[in-house]
């Protein structure tokens, strides 16, 4: 039989996980490469024997050895299937118009696609599990948009054509081919399928900063990883709530056979599955599943510049699901890192959802649990994981900024404020939070590489949320206000701190002591109008409440140790004395440093620090509409 190796023959019947194994292991370690059509039958064959339209209180059958007992594959029928799915391929498509070269061309990549996907039947299958083997293609014409592209690869591989391979992001696949890759293809659908783009290029996708695109940075797959995106496609549901045991276990072998083989270490999807297979069911002597959520993420970072979310969303909901908040927190912050790169768009609902469960269901739980019981307070005084929560959600408006689509709305800041309102004020005020215009302004380019501040869009704002400050233009205004500073600026210097000589030479003022103190203590109290304006009263609001004795404070040290921290000054201002934090204070290495990117959250700051939250204004800054459009965002990759 055509393509069908001797060598393969002597497998059958496989009757258990062993025996598939050993199928998997020659197939991988051949001269030759891999039949893609052969084992897509063989799992397919096993995963819907075992899962399709079986009762969940079937007894599973064991062997006398305790090894799961599969329904056997036998010979003949994967013989039949896969001499039809030669034939369906060979049948249609005539080589002769597409001879020259060795490399496939596009109209030859559309034309294999048109094969497959005339042949299906006229529904989509986007959330239905089981259909992304050539099993169900062959026996029931149904594929999901992961077996159309994986059926397209198989079928140029049934042609002759060693060079069209998978290129796979975490919600999408399409194919490269030509020599060394270079050319892209659509071959899939992608959501309800309303929009068919096969044969196209993915270029327009790439460039649109989508998350489904991976910004440029997809798994392109050889044939030992189109093995491991098929065997990581298994899906061993029986419903939303239960597995095939059996299925599940064949799954978790053939993974640890292709880790072994090096084929998972460019795949950190891969790693991934098989991190949440060895979490339900470990594997003596392997790593643990903690050290592989690792490696997933180690991948991403390693082989495509961090631009994939799930490795960190998969370590994330382990760490939650083990009660180790705080590293949950981090996780779920390292995602809002990665998805801050992207804009949001409708084809993001995946990992759109993904997060809104983190957000509006995951977080809250934990700090109802934290919040109560043994663990009451726990984690809420600690100021890392206010932190974490801040950057989390400094991702997500960052991830909208640009966006043709909102992602925040109220349903959104409920949560957050909940959130927030559960760290107490002192805990708050520790996470030492910077707002770098500068590096606003190095991100804000455009995909020329000119920087868009100068752009006059940028400066009437039209880059920015409607909440956010504006540039002012040089000349106008803008000058009269620098006027304004001047006069201030001259009145408050002290005479007696003399001039000092800044690195240009040229001379400046030193402020008076009770000025820096001043603007010192505004981070953490609310300026009195009234002493602004006029001169009298106290500096701030309440500061008369305010001791004037100086406390000592216990500043965490880098290694978790407890040490006296500075006192504070008493900085005699006006006709009231206020306690000032010292500066050496503020450097501690103890205090968590976190740098706000979104406007969004920059705006928050203020509210955010305050020692009673204003939950109505943090809702309405955080659900302010974005204006934008995504051909005016200008971030750099």
């Known amino acids: 039989m055509a393509g069908f190796r001797e060598v393969g023959r002597q497998h059958f019947p496989l009757e258990d996980i062993p025996s598939i194994v050993r199928l998997f292991k020659q197939q991988l370690e051949s001269s030759s490469e ?18 399709c339209s079986r009762m969940l209180t079937v007894q599973k059958e064991t062997d006398t050895l305790g090894e799961p007992k599969l329904p056997a594959v036998e010979y003949h029928i994967a013989e039949a299937l896969y001499s039809k799915f030669h034939a369906i391929i060979k049948g ?26 005339n042949s299906l039947t006229r529904s989509y299958y986007k959330d239905r599990a089981h259909l992304q083997s050539l099993y169900s293609y062959l026996t029931g014409n149904k594929l999901d948009c992961f077996g159309v592209a994986f059926a397209v690869v198989a079928g140029c591989q049934v042609l002759g054509y060693q060079d069209v ?16 890759g270079s050319e892209t293809a659509e071959v899939t659908w992608h959501g309800k399928g309303n929009e068919d783009k096969r044969g196209q290029p993915v270029g327009p996708g790439m460039g649109s900063r989508s998350w489904l695109y991976v910004n440029g940075c997809p798994v392109i797959c050889t044939r030992p990883m189109e093995v491991a995106a098929l065997v990581s496609a298994i899906n061993p549901s029986l419903s939303s709530s239960s597995d095939a045991m059996e299925v599940a276990l064949l799954q978790q072998e053939l993974l640890w056979l292709l880790y072994d083989l090096g084929h998972l270490t460019h795949y950190p999807m891969a790693i991934g599955n098989l991190s949440d297979l060895e979490e339900v069911s470990p594997t003596s002597g392997r790593p643990p599943c903690s050290t ?18 799930y ?28 998805i801050r790169l992207y804009n949001y768009s409708r084809d993001d609902e995946e990992i759109y959802k993904e997060f809104l469960e983190i957000a509006n ?3 809250p739980h934990i700090m109802k649990v934290v919040s109560s019981g043994h663990s009451a307070r726990s984690i809420l005084k600690d100021p890392e994981c206010f932190a974490h929560l801040l950057r989390f959600y400094d991702g997500i408006c960052q991830w909208e900024e640009g966006s043709p689509t909102p992602v925040l709305h109220i349903g959104w800041a409920k949560p957050l404020v909940n959130t927030i309102s559960k760290f107490d004020a002192d805990v708050r005020a520790q996470v030492i939070i910077e707002c770098r215009d500068e590096e606003v302004m190095s991100n804000n380019k455009n995909s020329s590489g000119r920087d868009v501040a100068g752009d006059p869009k940028y400066l009437n704002n039209e880059y920015l949320n409607n909440n956010n400050y504006c540039k002012t233009r040089e000349g106008g205004v803008g000058n009269s206000t620098r006027d304004i500073i001047r006069t201030l600026e001259s009145k408050v210097i002290g005479e007696e701190a003399g001039k000092q000589k800044s690195q240009g030479g040229a001379e400046v003022l030193a402020p008076h002591p009770s000025i820096a103190a001043l603007t010192a203590a505004c981070g953490e109290k609310i300026l009195n109008p009234e002493y602004l304006l006029q001169g009298g009263g106290e500096p701030f609001v309440g500061a008369g409440s305010i001791a004037s004795e100086p406390k000592v404070t216990t500043v965490p040290t880098s290694n978790g140790a407890h040490n006296p921290g500075p006192s504070k000054q008493n900085a005699s201002l006006g006709s009231g004395n206020v306690r000032v934090r010292d500066q050496s204070e503020l450097k501690s290495p103890g205090r968590p440093r976190l740098t706000l990117h979104s406007q969004k959250m920059k705006g928050l700051k203020d509210l955010l620090l305050a020692e009673k939250l204003n939950t109505h204004a943090i809702s309405l800054q955080l659900t302010a509409q974005s204006q934008v459009q995504v051909s005016r965002k200008g971030r750099g990759s």
């Open 34 to 51: 891999p039949d893609l059509a052969l084992l897509s039958i063989v799992v397919g064959a096993v995963e819907n024997s075992l899962t």
């Open 92 to 117: 249609a498509v005539d080589l002769t118009q597409y001879s020259g070269s060795k490399y496939a061309t596009r109209e030859l990549v559309k034309k294999v696609s048109d094969v497959v996907w």
């Open 165 to 180: 391979h998978l290129a796979l992001s975490e919600d999408h696949a399409w194919v490269v081919f030509g020599e060394g």
């Open 292 to 309: 592989l959520f690792q490696e997933a993420a180690i991948s991403a970072r390693t082989y495509y510049k961090n631009q994939h979310v």
């Open 311 to 338: 490795p960190y969303t998969y370590q994330g909901g382990y760490f939650y699901r083990h009660k180790m908040y705080k590293e949950a927190f981090q996780s779920w912050a390292n995602a809002a890192d990665v």
């Open 361 to 363: 269901e995951l977080i």
